[in-house]
């Protein structure tokens, strides 16, 4: 193909080279060659899949490089390595699925003509005047981004080119209604306010009585809800990371190495502690905000108190109910103009007024940390609390080990063998969790999953393999086990009685709202029948589709949705409520203008088409993984510390 090229070579401008550079930087996108420290070299996979897709640690790089500096640049020290981790499984699915576009492309039968490739290269590498830049600068710019020659470049380019077609072809699948562009036009412009009340249950809980037969008949009525599962109960002989926490010794020895190699951790900024009054310019001019803030000076050194003050003339709405105290920061929290002054004062100082973005402050450092290596003395418990918890997990699972061992002398397993056991090692305690089921709370325990588990796949008269749990090791026996069974009245009397009486409470309020609702037909204002109610009102503000109503929690989002189908003036309600029943009048309404929707119509379909195309190409391509048996080598993930997750 170069020699296509070669007879069209020019002199190369000044801009011509600004050309190669920007095609570098984007184009390639800062490919970068292979990390040799790879296991294998940049030839050995990353991950595979059927039908021959191999992604080579070389064409992760590739694909890493770029995230890893994208992330670095919006992140900054909060760059981690875990983070890190994250964007090597971005980057190795990022190649499979390339990979997997390009055997879709090719199962439909696309291709890329030599000609459209000639053409796209040549549009990457030409002059000012169209013309191709020359053989030499072209193999040298393939170089420098980890393409050995033109013919892997080129390659490179017709495969893209073919993606990019695959692409096209299921962008011009997708289709969008006129119905779906008014939808998301309504979704987006209408709006509704509401006015509303909420009555609580328990308003109602004097006006409650459970009698006998009402629990008898719920009883009877209620055979499968109230049926008890297996349950189980087990004593377990417990290594017990308490006990055994006071028998582990940490070296000064090696609390020293653990600070000096750990420095960094235990190095602080210098920080200053400061409050503040802040007086806005969006609504005055700097004069009157200036003169606002000497006025409050004078106040302050004139005997009153700095809080008061601030609380009383601050426009800052997150320090002003503490007195304009923002605590203490390090240097880079705060616009450079109050940082420099924050920094520069004296403790007790009056500094100001000082211009920033915001406004004009008044500001005084009420206390100051020096910056630097903390002394050990002042580290030593949070050192030896990290050392001893990491020592505590490894002794605790030795020490569960030598249990097992001295286990496996007794013949027959009984409740006064495990006490002698218990009884012989100071670090293990016997312990009796009494009847649970597989899902409930353990006894003693908690919620242990591998408790559990253990617990319902034993055999009587057997002992289980060492299990973790939270407090350290467990080794367990089943004493008894309790088939499922439906409970006597009396079991579950207190739990029926508070059912039926949370249930009768909420009847009623549903009731009061109801009546209230009929009032308010009749022609009653919403205020009277808050007021009869003895509960307030709340008034919204405008909100559309995707708004919020916090105060009725999950229900919010049904008030707005029926809100927005309603007129104004209208009622609506019951609706319920956590602990209570919501009624609700729409105060506002704001309709979708027909011509407004005609000017934005052809820009809504993009949209649509956007998102659709999005949806189907992951989908496509999350079925493919799963068709295609994704696997990520050992190599691969010896490199990343997170559990790889499906597309």
Same mark, same amino acid.
């Given at each position: 193909?170069?020699?296509?090229?070669?007879?069209?070579?020019?002199?190369?401008?000044?801009?011509l080279w600004f050309v190669i550079a920007v095609f570098v930087l984007l184009v390639f996108a800062e490919v970068g060659v292979f990390t040799p420290s790879a296991v294998g070299g940049p030839n050995a996979p990353a991950a595979t899949a059927d039908e021959g897709i191999s992604v080579t640690f070389a064409e992760y790089e590739r694909a890493y490089r770029p995230l890893e500096s994208s992330y670095r640049q919006r992140f900054g020290d909060q760059f981690t390595p875990q983070l890190a981790d994250q964007i090597k499984l971005?980057?190795?699915?990022?190649?499979l699925d390339f990979k997997i576009l390009l055997l879709e492309a090719r199962k439909l039968g696309l291709q890329v003509s030599d000609e459209e490739?000639?053409?796209?290269?040549?549009?990457?590498?030409?002059?000012?005047?169209?013309?191709?830049v020359g053989e030499e600068l072209y193999r040298r710019a393939l170089r420098s981004n980890g393409f050995a020659t033109p013919a892997d470049f080129e390659e490179f380019v017709r495969e893209d080119l073919l993606r990019q077609k695959l692409v096209d072809v299921m962008r011009s699948s997708v289709f969008v209604?006129?119905?779906?562009?008014?939808?998301?036009?309504?979704t987006r412009t209408e709006q509704a306010k509401v006015r509303y009340l909420r009555v609580r249950d328990s308003q109602f809980a004097d006006q409650v009585e459970i009698s006998q037969s009402d629990l008898e008949n719920y009883y009877q009525e209620?055979?499968?809800?109230?049926?008890l599962p297996e349950q189980r109960s087990v004593n377990y002989l417990l290594v017990d990371k308490v006990q055994l926490r006071d028998q582990i010794e940490i070296p000064q020895e090696e609390i020293q190495a653990y600070y000096d190699d750990n420095r960094d951790s235990f190095s602080t900024e210098e920080q200053?502690?400061?409050?503040?009054?802040?007086?806005?310019?969006?609504?005055?001019? !700097?004069?009157?905000?200036?003169?606002?803030?000497?006025? !409050?000076?004078?106040?302050?050194?004139?005997?009153?108190d700095f809080g008061a003050v601030a609380r009383e003339v601050s426009e800052d709405p997150g320090s002003r109910d503490n007195g304009g105290d923002l605590r203490f920061f390090a240097r880079g929290r705060m616009v450079p103009e109050f940082e420099e002054a924050a920094f520069s004062a004296e403790p007790n100082q009056l500094v100001g007024p000082i211009q920033s973005p915001f406004g004009f402050h008044l500001l005084e450092v009420t206390d100051r940390r020096e910056g630097g290596l903390r002394p050990l003395e002042e580290v030593l418990p949070q050192i030896r609390t990290r050392l001893l918890a990491d020592r505590l997990d490894t002794v605790a699972e030795e020490r569960a080990g030598e249990l097992v061992a001295r286990l496996k002398d007794i013949e027959a397993p009984t409740v006064d063998a495990l006490r002698e056991v218990a009884d012989e090692l100071d670090y293990v305690t016997l312990n009796n969790a009494a009847a649970f089921g597989r899902q409930g709370l353990i006894p003693g325990v908690g919620r242990s999953a591998e408790f559990s588990d253990a617990a319902f796949s034993l055999e009587p008269g057997v002992l289980s393999d060492p299990v973790q749990v939270p407090r350290g090791w467990a080794v367990m026996m089943v004493e008894e086990i309790q088939e499922p069974r439906m409970p006597e009245l009396a079991e579950v009397e207190n739990q029926i009685r508070q059912e039926l009486r949370l249930e009768r409470q909420h009847e009623l309020a549903t009731e009061r709202i109801e009546a209230a609702k009929s009032s308010l037909a009749a022609g009653e204002s919403f205020e009277t029948v808050a007021s009869e109610l003895g509960v307030e009102t709340r008034e919204s503000e405008l909100f559309n589709a995707s708004g919020t109503l916090p105060d009725l929690g999950p229900a919010g989002s049904k008030v707005i949705g029926e809100a927005l189908q309603m007129d104004e003036g209208a009622v609506g309600g019951p609706v319920d409520v956590p602990q209570g029943v919501a009624l609700y009048v729409v105060t506002e309404r704001v309709r979708m203008d027909p011509s407004e929707l005609e000017g934005q119509r052809e820009q809504l379909r993009e949209q649509l088409e956007n998102e659709k195309f999005r949806r189907l190409l992951t989908a496509t391509l999350a079925q493919r993984h799963r068709d295609l048996n994704v696997e990520y080598t050992k190599s691969f993930l010896d490199r990343v510390e997170v559990e790889p997750q499906g597309i």
């Open positions: 193909m170069l020699k296509l090229f070669r007879d069209n070579l020019k002199s190369l401008s000044i801009v971005q980057a190795v699915n990022q190649a490739l000639r053409e796209t290269v040549l549009g990457y590498f030409q002059d000012e005047n169209g013309n191709f209604s006129s119905e779906e562009i008014e939808d998301l036009f309504r209620h055979t499968a809800e109230l049926q200053v502690r400061a409050r503040h009054i802040l007086v806005r310019t969006e609504d005055r001019s !700097a004069e009157e905000a200036r003169a606002l803030l000497e006025d !409050a000076r004078r106040r302050i050194e004139g005997g009153e």
